[in-house]
């Protein structure tokens, strides 16, 4: 809940005139008291009631009575208007619910402290759902004004009990908003109005900002990036410096314009902190370019594979990294968001778009973020764009992705930070109806190439030894049969399935995992891209003695090799 404390100056009535008529900004319905000094205050009701402008003046009077008692004692500006604001995803509170918090904000804030019979004056006005304006006139029974000094932050404190107590949600206030901050700018009253103005379903500037963003996405220096923004759309213009150097950037969109019909231009700081041209020139130096295998096969990384081991990572780093490294990977991780609409089916762009944007406002802080620690991650976004993903990489990244914001949706709970809670449960239902549209066929593709049923069931034992605390659980999924045909693929091409299942279990916890199958599925096929033993490597393997397994429950998070191959044949996984 927000609140808003104004100084409006000595005219009761106009103000009262406001609350009870049309509205402007916004429409005004259903006008009524809900609260008040005495509970007997004359209800003007809307502006075209009967009796209106009758009670409009019975109001204005009363209000206004120990103000003309006070006479040249009263102060200047002897009108308080304090608006209460809910949340946008919180409930629809009852007019006694309203009328409660009215009342503990007036005593909060010395305006008419409980029990005491020389209080202020006030009436709580209700003419939308989800808010309420409190008006009160500045002068006491005892003709004195009120000790209402501090206002703003005695009523913030009082509405953070209020929330807690009515279950809305907490709005961060203090140091812990400073903390929550995220790096995208608010668009302004005037740039929401004037979006609603002229049909657009987001502003100006949450539209430039996605395009930036997106475009940063893909740029690997400073003028392809300009290029981007040019072949967007947007109307680009740089600063230069005597020197010649670069000094800052402004993009505008077409069609928006002033009263003097010139174009509106942004400079990338004011659309987010993190846009600004130096910015992104430290961003677009911290990309990592991906290796290229020597190998005799002479393969590439598979991109889409480096980016799902990477964001894997993310949550170990989020627990137990500083700040500034945490923040850098869930910096690169927001790109690789902004990067997937880029690649992905037509009917799952809106989905991911929607991702990005909450993304950004659930997982930004103050931190400073350092961007050579996520160079890896950054090197397969940019890989991404050469090596186009079927539907088997794309459900791969989808499913670390879940994992990522999961990790970052309990970092917020567990410092109270609640709108970056609820910013990150709007991702996860995006990044979740993304992926249940995406994993189904890959998974068929897979399950139809089933193996036999004893090989199914040596599989099976496998799965038992690796991961015995989720092994009823993955038999019992349909990902089942997919998963073994992932293993039979794996032991085809050279790899020791145990190994691989024991491996693939180690590398992270599959505690958040919606499906603990397919998780292993895609982690499977990461390790099975990488070369698997030549044939005097499996040789030396089988004559070497087995060093005994540790059940991965009694395991720290050290993962278990792949194989006892040189190390050469496992040079070239996802880092």
Excluded at 75 to 83: K, L, Q
Excluded at 155 to 173: F, K, S, V, W, Y
């Amino acid at each position: 809940m927000i609140a808003n404390i104004v100084k409006p100056g000595s005219y009761t009535r106009g103000v009262l005139r406001y609350l009870f008529g049309p509205g402007t900004a916004t429409v005004h319905t259903d006008q009524h008291i809900v609260a008040s000094w005495d509970g007997f205050v004359p209800d003007p009701g809307p502006e075209d009631s009967l009796g209106h402008n009758e009670r409009m003046d019975q109001l204005a009077k009363a209000l206004d009575l120990r103000v003309r008692q006070a006479g040249d004692h009263a102060p200047a500006g002897h009108v308080w208007h304090c608006s209460l604001r809910a949340a946008p995803e919180d409930r629809i509170l009852t007019d006694a619910e309203w009328a409660q918090v009215a009342r503990r904000i007036v005593h909060a804030t010395g305006i008419a402290p409980n029990g005491d019979p020389d209080g202020c004056r006030w009436i709580a006005v209700r003419h939308a759902d989800d808010h309420i304006h409190i008006v009160a006139t500045k002068v006491r029974g005892d003709l004195r004004p009120p000790r209402n000094w501090n206002d703003y932050h005695r009523a913030m404190t009082e509405l953070t009990r209020i929330e807690e107590e009515l279950g809305l949600t907490r709005i961060p206030r203090g140091r812990q908003a400073a903390v929550e901050t995220p790096a995208a700018k608010r668009s302004t009253r005037a740039e929401q109005e004037k979006a609603k103005r002229t049909g657009r379903t987001t502003t100006v500037r949450e539209e430039l900002r996605h395009v930036v963003r997106t475009a940063l996405t893909r740029a690997e220096d400073l003028d392809e990036f300009f290029n981007l923004l040019a072949d967007a759309g947007l109307q680009v213009e740089t600063r230069t410096l005597p020197s010649g150097d670069l000094q800052g950037y402004k993009v505008a969109l077409p069609g928006d314009t002033n009263a003097d019909g010139e174009p509106v231009f942004y400079s990338g700081s004011s659309l987010a902190t993190d846009l600004s041209l130096p910015k992104i020139q430290q961003r677009l130096a911290a990309v990592e370019v991906t290796a290229v295998d020597t190998s005799p096969a002479g393969r590439r990384p598979n991109p889409w594979h480096q980016a799902a081991a990477c964001a894997e990572r993310i949550p170990h780093h989020i627990g137990h990294s500083p700040a500034d490294i945490a923040q850098a990977h869930l910096a690169a991780f927001g790109e690789v968001l902004y990067a997937m609409p880029l690649y992905a089916p037509a009917h799952l762009k809106d989905e991911l778009r929607r991702a990005a944007v909450a993304f950004e406002h659930a997982a930004h802080t103050r931190a400073r973020v350092d961007h050579k620690h996520a160079r890896a991650l950054r090197g397969a976004i940019n890989g991404m764009r050469h090596q186009p993903t079927d539907g088997s990489g794309l459900a791969m990244l989808l499913d670390a992705a879940i994992l990522v914001v999961t990790a970052v949706q309990r970092r917020n709970a567990l410092h109270q930070h609640d709108r970056q809670v609820v910013a990150a449960r709007q991702a996860l239902v995006h990044l979740r109806a993304a992926y249940d549209q995406t994993f189904p066929e890959p998974l068929a593709a897979m399950a139809s190439l089933k193996p036999p049923v004893n090989t199914v069931r040596r599989y099976a034992q496998h799965v038992r030894d690796a991961v015995p605390v989720y092994a009823a659980q993955i038999l019992a999924e349909s990902a089942w049969e997919a998963l073994a045909a992932t293993l039979a693929a794996a032991e085809a091409a050279g790899h020791n399935p145990a190994e691989l299942l024991h491996h693939a279990a180690g590398r992270r916890s599959l505690d958040d995992a919606t499906s603990p199958a397919r998780t292993l599925i895609w982690r499977i096929e990461r390790l099975g891209d990488r070369h698997a033993p030549s044939l005097q490597a499996r040789a030396a393997q089988a004559r070497s003695p087995r060093v005994p397994h540790v059940p991965f429950t009694a395991r720290a998070t050290a993962a278990t090799p792949l194989t006892s191959a040189a190390p050469s044949s496992r040079a070239h996984g996802s880092r």
